[in-house]
């Protein structure tokens, strides 16, 4: 029963320090549940989430709400998301960028055709021994392509945009999924907090039957009951103990930050009108757009007449040999420049189909944007009822903490009268700390929800800033 006399020993200090926080403020029942749903743009600001323990559960704990920053403390404060990601992440993505920006560039100058330099030389002994040498240096350059050049630069630049948010996705999502890691890992540590009361609640729960048992009051089985009660939440703290290291290692996978004391961002709600605007996803759907318009354009100028532009520089040498080595008999030796344009359209008979299918492949991209708006409207609906019922939850703890909290106050009356025992006591202020915690809780579930947002959001406007 050494557990058990530790307990109690907590127990007495939580009645302490609810007695000290009640005569403090017994004028401050109730805290402010209203969330502001007015158009803000989305603010990440580093809050450190407190974690109540087993020592200080019946403090105030307050994540977000209160401790919001000015506007102006916030555009100081604030840091780019991408520190989450270690620094090996990173790497890999700028590679990626530098690899997009180098076959950009190759795809826009496509056009420009290279140098041809050819040498040859060979010897027969047909009739004489010859040999016949020759070299050139020649370019087939187009000059016109009705369009087509043009077009293909501006493929190009819009390959390059649609690649670039391709990659700006990847990585919003493992940001996403970083910062998602390291909000379970502080949901799991205040799990483990409020468990760890759960478990000092069915302690005493377990005293008190074994004392009427003692007493006759009880028969065996509601103190069996009380036993397994004990064995399920001390199982269930371990299952939470495995969970939180669970979780610190897949956030240590993405991160080189410390899980245990990095801080977590705020993201304030935002307006649908800024969510819809900077939505990587359209932009991606955009962009791919704008990339398969000039590709059907492309495919229709390929048919049309095109011009090159041929030039060269040659030289030619011919000798013939004696039987004896080292011997020329003649030769001759000649240097010469050509030079003209050439112009040439291809008849095809599969040219229509061609460009109808790239057409189509336009049209169709058109529509993706469309449903993609439609789905991001229905995610971002989705979110704002999330964030309502969480909110709920949220007026719902703090009601049962402020019942708590008053009945405790009786209790502790009552318990200096005589009426009420240290276990009523300590009942009481473990359930209050419970409902306290599950506030912190729920507030870090609407992060997660507006992190989903954030997830798609091209740029942060705290990002653009720096």
């Given at each position: 029963m050494k557990d058990l006399s530790v307990l109690k020993k907590l127990s007495v200090a939580f009645s302490l320090l609810a007695t000290t926080l009640l005569v403090a403020e017994d004028a401050n029942l109730t805290q402010e549940q209203n969330l502001s749903t007015s158009n803000v743009n989305i603010v990440e600001v580093n809050q450190t989430a407190a974690l109540p323990s087993t020592q200080?559960?019946?403090?105030?704990?307050?994540?977000f709400d209160d401790q919001q920053m000015s506007a102006e403390e916030q555009k100081r404060s604030t840091t780019s998301l991408e520190a989450y990601l270690s620094e090996l992440k990173r790497k890999q993505f700028g590679y990626q960028y530098e690899k997009t920006d180098q076959e950009s560039s190759k795809l826009r100058d496509s056009w420009i055709r290279p140098i041809i330099i050819k040498y040859n030389i060979n010897r027969a002994d047909k009739f004489s021994d010859t040999?016949?040498?020759?070299?050139?240096?020649?370019?087939?350059?187009?000059?016109?392509?009705?369009?087509?050049?043009?077009?293909?630069?501006?493929f190009a630049n819009?390959?390059?945009?649609?690649?670039?948010?391709?990659?700006?996705?990847?990585?919003?999502?493992?940001?996403?999924?970083?910062?998602?890691l390291l909000m379970q890992v502080k949901q799991s540590d205040l799990t483990i907090a409020k468990q760890k009361l759960q478990i000092a609640n069915s302690t005493i729960n377990?005293?008190?039957?074994?004392?009427?048992?003692?007493?006759?009051?009880?028969?065996?089985?509601?103190?069996?009951?009380?036993?397994?009660?004990?064995?399920?939440?001390?199982?269930?703290?371990?299952d939470l103990e495995t969970r939180?290291?669970?979780?610190?290692?897949?956030?240590?996978?993405?991160?080189?930050?410390?899980?245990?004391?990095?801080?977590?961002?705020?993201l304030a709600i935002m307006d649908e009108k800024k969510f819809m605007e900077q939505n990587i996803?359209?932009?991606?759907?955009?962009?791919?757009?704008?990339?398969?318009?000039?590709?059907?354009?492309?495919?229709?100028?390929?048919?049309?007449?095109?011009?090159?532009?041929?030039?060269?520089?040659?030289w030619e040498k011919s000798s013939d040999f004696d039987l004896n080595p080292g011997v020329t008999l003649n030769g001759s030796e000649v240097d010469y420049y050509r030079y003209g344009i050439a112009a040439s359209m291809p008849l095809d008979i599969n040219s229509y189909n061609d460009f109808q299918a790239s057409k189509v492949e336009y049209l169709k991209s058109l529509v993706v944007i469309d449903d993609k708006k439609r789905e991001l409207k229905l995610l971002f609906d989705q979110v704002m009822d999330n964030l309502k019922n969480y909110n709920k939850k949220i007026a719902l703890a703090e009601e049962?903490?402020?019942?708590?909290?008053?009945?405790?106050?009786?209790?502790?009356?009552?318990?200096?009268?005589?009426?009420?025992?240290?276990?009523?006591?300590d009942i009481l202020s473990n359930s209050m700390g419970i409902e306290e915690i599950?506030?912190?809780?729920?507030?870090?579930?609407?992060?997660?929800?507006?992190?989903?947002?954030?997830?798609?959001?091209?740029?942060?406007?705290?990002?653009?800033?720096e």
């Amino acid at each position: 029963m050494k557990d058990l006399s530790v307990l109690k020993k907590l127990s007495v200090a939580f009645s302490l320090l609810a007695t000290t926080l009640l005569v403090a403020e017994d004028a401050n029942l109730t805290q402010e549940q209203n969330l502001s749903t007015s158009n803000v743009n989305i603010v990440e600001v580093n809050q450190t989430a407190a974690l109540p323990s087993t020592q200080d559960v019946n403090s105030s704990v307050v994540l977000f709400d209160d401790q919001q920053m000015s506007a102006e403390e916030q555009k100081r404060s604030t840091t780019s998301l991408e520190a989450y990601l270690s620094e090996l992440k990173r790497k890999q993505f700028g590679y990626q960028y530098e690899k997009t920006d180098q076959e950009s560039s190759k795809l826009r100058d496509s056009w420009i055709r290279p140098i041809i330099i050819k040498y040859n030389i060979n010897r027969a002994d047909k009739f004489s021994d010859t040999e016949n040498q020759s070299a050139a240096i020649a370019i087939d350059q187009p000059i016109f392509q009705s369009g087509g050049i043009i077009y293909g630069v501006k493929f190009a630049n819009a390959s390059r945009k649609f690649a670039n948010y391709s990659i700006d996705q990847q990585k919003r999502i493992m940001i996403k999924q970083t910062i998602d890691l390291l909000m379970q890992v502080k949901q799991s540590d205040l799990t483990i907090a409020k468990q760890k009361l759960q478990i000092a609640n069915s302690t005493i729960n377990l005293e008190q039957k074994r004392e009427q048992y003692l007493n006759g009051q009880l028969d065996s089985g509601f103190l069996n009951n009380a036993i397994i009660e004990l064995n399920l939440v001390k199982q269930s703290l371990f299952d939470l103990e495995t969970r939180n290291a669970q979780l610190i290692s897949q956030f240590k996978k993405l991160s080189d930050l410390d899980p245990k004391t990095a801080k977590i961002p705020f993201l304030a709600i935002m307006d649908e009108k800024k969510f819809m605007e900077q939505n990587i996803d359209v932009k991606l759907a955009e962009s791919e757009s704008e990339k398969n318009r000039f590709n059907k354009n492309i495919t229709l100028v390929k048919y049309l007449p095109s011009v090159n532009l041929q030039a060269s520089y040659n030289w030619e040498k011919s000798s013939d040999f004696d039987l004896n080595p080292g011997v020329t008999l003649n030769g001759s030796e000649v240097d010469y420049y050509r030079y003209g344009i050439a112009a040439s359209m291809p008849l095809d008979i599969n040219s229509y189909n061609d460009f109808q299918a790239s057409k189509v492949e336009y049209l169709k991209s058109l529509v993706v944007i469309d449903d993609k708006k439609r789905e991001l409207k229905l995610l971002f609906d989705q979110v704002m009822d999330n964030l309502k019922n969480y909110n709920k939850k949220i007026a719902l703890a703090e009601e049962n903490r402020v019942l708590y909290e008053t009945l405790l106050k009786d209790t502790i009356d009552l318990f200096k009268a005589g009426y009420k025992t240290q276990y009523d006591v300590d009942i009481l202020s473990n359930s209050m700390g419970i409902e306290e915690i599950n506030k912190n809780i729920y507030e870090i579930d609407k992060q997660l929800e507006l992190l989903t947002l954030y997830e798609k959001m091209t740029k942060a406007p705290a990002e653009e800033n720096e």
